[in-house]
Nanobody, 131 residues
Framework: QVHLVESGGGLVQPGNSFRLACVPS????????MSWFRQAPGKEREFVAG????????????YLLDSVKDRFTISGDKAKKTIYLQMNSLKLEDTAVYYC????????????????????WGQGIPVTVAS
């Protein structure tokens, strides 16, 4: 059973930065889309950022939640099947458990924002923004 391994979470003060990383437990698995979701206390899990690779987008096509696109950046290495979420200017409302998700298919056209489209998930890693 393939799962994803997240790293980089923790406690940070508002205005500071964090970088999360995600890599699959099995390096041989086929992956063409990798994303980050987050779930704040009492809220539903929401899409944050994603990246898909294809012949048309060899460097990856990225997607971001509108509310974070000026502060967060997603990047990845398709060969290493690794993605990163660079989070800058963190706010209190960014506090959540962040989950890495991946799928063997290319997800686009808003499919990448749907939780039910992903076949692989990580356990989640907490990010707490507090003074």
């Amino acid at each position: 059973q393939v799962h994803l391994v997240e790293s980089g979470g923790g406690l940070v003060q508002p205005g500071n930065s964090f970088r999360l990383a995600c890599v699959p437990s099995d390096a041989t698995v086929t992956i063409q889309t990798m994303s980050w979701f987050r779930q704040a206390p009492g809220k539903e899990r929401e899409f944050v950022a994603g990246i898909s690779w294809s012949i048309a987008w060899p460097e990856g096509r990225t997607y971001l939640l509108d509310s974070v696109k000026d502060r967060f950046t997603i990047s990845g290495d398709k060969a290493k099947k690794t993605i990163y979420l660079q989070m800058n200017s963190l706010k209190l409302e960014d506090t959540a458990v962040y989950y890495c998700a991946a799928d063997r298919l290319i997800l686009a056209g808003n499919l990448e924002r749907r939780r039910d489209q992903y076949g692989y998930w990580g356990q989640g890693i907490p990010v707490t923004v507090a003074s």
